[in-house]
């Protein structure tokens, strides 16, 4: 388990994080996930201000606890991690409760979306799954949660986080000493790493009344800047003065980028919509602007007004010891350094424009983008635009 503590003081708490590796192949262990996250947060609500999640790879566990009783509320919050029971009337509402929840998310079109872009975007067998399938939830039994918790709640491959007023040496030493004894080693857990592959054109899902798009860029090349790479998704598509915001000033017909990590893959992310009759206009406009940032990258004022936003945006949201934790541990879970948060404003600041440019012409090329676009019209008529070939394939889900 790695331990990480560090001194904050602006507030007399003690930001506990823990994050425990629960990546969900399929759709089996992916409804079990989901399950013992529920379990967890009902054993921790009668013990501390505590919330558990699980966001498809991993299971988060966040209390906030006295500066002066931490080290107590830490030991407390891990046995009753460990210890909690699973009885089986609790554990058929949370069953019930979550397929449900399940049923809906299926029914999401958005959702449906962002999934079908997730698949496409990675080679076989693609990135872990974040939602359980309702029929293989409903046939889950208490037996299957208890094995799946005693598997997933040990040491291997977690990360421990403090953040607060305390002093980080002396803590790492408590950690140490209350881990050992709260929780096992267990067995080493290996992470596949899903691997991007951009298909370079567009899936075509028939919809019936607007016109929504998701678009893709893998940005984890070791030759390129991070930071450049996130200031782009800042200049492209972030904020009101971004390029993006400016090709489309009305919000029935727009466009936004940003960022995600999926199984510690960075992605470059542009969701744009249009109301019904409008996706041609939507996919061309795309097109243009895409082109001209290839051509004609940030630079001078523009590139400071990004860069102005971005630092402000990420400085901005460290406004407690909370958020501080929040942010360790996120980055933990993309598999960054455990100091990224205080190096990545340096690396911001220091982003040339050829570096900017050399990313525009990296993630914006067409044949680095995998794009699912839903509309109610064609994809002839769409294809019109040249935003993207299409796959040849059009699928009808709603």
Not at 49 to 56: F, P, T, Y
Not at 125 to 147: F, I, K, N, Q, Y
Not at 191 to 217: H, I, Q, S, V, Y
């Amino acid at each position: 388990m790695r331990l990480i503590a560090v001194r904050d003081a602006r507030a007399p708490v003690a930001e506990l994080r823990l994050l425990i590796p629960a990546v969900a192949p399929d759709s089996r262990r992916a409804g079990l996930a989901e399950l013992l996250a529920r379990g967890l947060r009902a054993a921790l609500a009668a013990t501390a201000h505590a919330k558990v999640s699980w966001d498809g790879e991993w299971l988060r566990v966040e209390a906030s606890l006295p500066a002066g009783t931490w080290a107590t509320g830490l030991a407390r919050t891990l046995e009753c991690l460990r210890a909690s029971e699973i009885l089986d009337g609790d554990f058929a509402r949370w069953r019930a409760g979550l397929v449900n929840q399940a049923r809906l998310r299926a029914r999401d079109h958005r959702q449906l979306l962002a999934r079908s872009l997730r698949q496409r975007a990675f080679a076989p067998p693609g990135p872990p799954l974040d939602l359980p399938h309702p029929a293989l939830l409903a046939a889950t039994g208490p037996a299957e949660l208890r094995e799946f918790r005693a598997r997933t709640l040990t040491a291997a491959g977690a990360a421990l986080v403090l953040a607060g007023d305390i002093d980080p040496e002396a803590a790492v030493v408590t950690m140490t000493r209350t881990a050992r004894r709260c929780w096992p080693d267990g067995e080493p857990r290996a992470r596949d790493r899903p691997w991007p592959t951009p298909t370079g054109n567009l899936l075509a899902l028939r919809g019936e009344r607007e016109t929504l798009l998701e678009l893709c860029a893998p940005s984890g090349a070791a030759a390129d800047s991070p930071a450049a790479h996130d200031l782009l998704i800042v200049a492209l598509g972030a904020y009101a003065g971004s390029r993006l915001a400016q090709r489309f000033p009305d919000p029935a017909c727009s466009a936004a980028a940003g960022l995600d990590v999926i199984g510690g893959q960075r992605l470059l992310l542009l969701s744009a919509q249009a109301p019904a009759g409008h996706g041609r206009e939507l996919l061309a406009g795309l097109r243009a602007e895409l082109a001209e940032l290839r051509e004609r990258p940030p630079a001078g004022a523009e590139l400071e007004a990004a860069r102005t936003f971005a630092l402000g945006q990420f400085l901005g949201v460290l406004d407690s010891p909370a958020a501080l934790a929040d942010k360790i541990t996120t980055d933990l879970g993309y598999g960054r350094a455990a100091d990224w948060v205080f190096r990545f404003p340096h690396q911001l600041r220091k982003v040339t424009a050829a570096e900017l440019g050399l990313a525009c012409a990296r993630l914006l090329s067409p044949a680095a983008l995998t794009g699912v676009v839903s509309s109610d019209q064609s994809a002839e008529e769409l294809a019109a635009a040249e935003l993207l070939p299409f796959s040849g394939n059009t699928t009808s889900w709603w």
